[in-house]
């Protein structure tokens, strides 16, 4: 029985430029989806797979983050005050078990990687997730929980993957598949970060979640520099293969770039058409369901 993925951490220093100017006053983090920030979401679908513990890697002017999973002591008592007790409930709602939330800063934009080894003393040479928030991922059951559950099985370290078109390859990380391991897990014999079309490995692309064995941060302490001149997470990934078990996990729910101006919209939209009152509304306006 492999050990149990307690720990989960999200890179969340990245500055947003495709968001600006709205993004010099918040992080791109905290763009609302309907009427929840993006990192409530990632954190959420955490929860929902029995993740306990939850490590931020931050950068400058990230703070509000800190702040929306703590007490809002001044908006609670006002809310208890005029009876408003569903909106209390939905201020307290993201709060998690004190300790449960840490903080790590990565001083520089050095890459995926550099993040995620940021956060090497908090993950304690235990197995863990990393989640991207910008990579809002919508369905029943959350694509962390469908890793977990084939972790728990398959053990070693898995990528959630979904179906691209070979024009998009050079955008993602993509992995050589192996052999088939049931309707959703497949065996990565290889993994190559953002290549050509014509030499892409597959249409096989890792999106934004992942569940890690602690050998990586000792690769990851290399600091090797990858495409992009920055220090690659794929980069190190692809070493474990071969040393460890390796699998991709084709999640089952809707994934959306909430990166981009239009990624995040359609999520917005996605979202909105489930709720039976604000499709009422938007139904005139737009058919995406």
Request: aromatic residues 6%; contains cysteine; proline residues 7%.
């Amino acid at each position: 029985m492999p050990r149990p993925v307690r720990k989960i951490v999200l890179p969340v220093a990245g500055l947003g430029t495709r968001f600006l100017p709205a993004t010099k006053a918040i992080p791109k983090e905290m763009l609302p989806v309907l009427d929840r920030p993006l990192i409530q979401y990632a954190i959420e679908e955490a929860r929902q797979a029995g993740i306990e513990d939850v490590i931020l890697v931050t950068g400058r002017n990230k703070q509000v983050m800190e702040d929306h999973f703590d007490h809002a002591y001044e908006l609670e008592d006002i809310l208890r005050e005029r009876g408003k007790d569903e909106a209390f409930e939905v201020a307290r709602s993201m709060l998690l078990e004190e300790g449960r939330i840490a903080y790590v800063r990565q001083m520089r934009p050095r890459g995926l990687g550099h993040a995620v080894w940021c956060a090497r003393e908090l993950v304690n040479n235990e197995p863990f997730a990393v989640a991207l928030p910008d990579d809002l991922i919508k369905g029943k059951d959350g694509a962390l929980k469908e890793m977990v559950e084939a972790y728990e099985t398959l053990g070693g370290n898995l990528v959630a993957t979904m179906e691209v078109p070979r024009e998009d390859t050079s955008k993602y990380g993509v992995i050589t598949p192996g052999d088939q391991k049931s309707d959703r897990c497949i065996e990565v014999t290889g993994l190559v970060e953002k290549p050509l079309p014509e030499a892409a490995p597959s249409t096989q692309a890792v999106v934004g979640r992942y569940i890690l064995q602690p050998e990586i941060m000792g690769l990851l302490s290399s600091k090797e520099i990858g495409a992009g001149g920055e220090i690659q997470l794929t980069d190190a990934m692809a070493k474990l293969i071969g040393k460890q078990p390796f699998h991709a996990v084709r999640f089952s729910g809707t994934r959306f770039d909430c990166g981009s101006m239009v990624g995040w919209l359609m999520a917005n939209l996605s979202m909105a058409m489930d709720d039976p009152k604000l499709a009422a509304r938007l139904a005139p306006l737009v058919t995406l369901k």
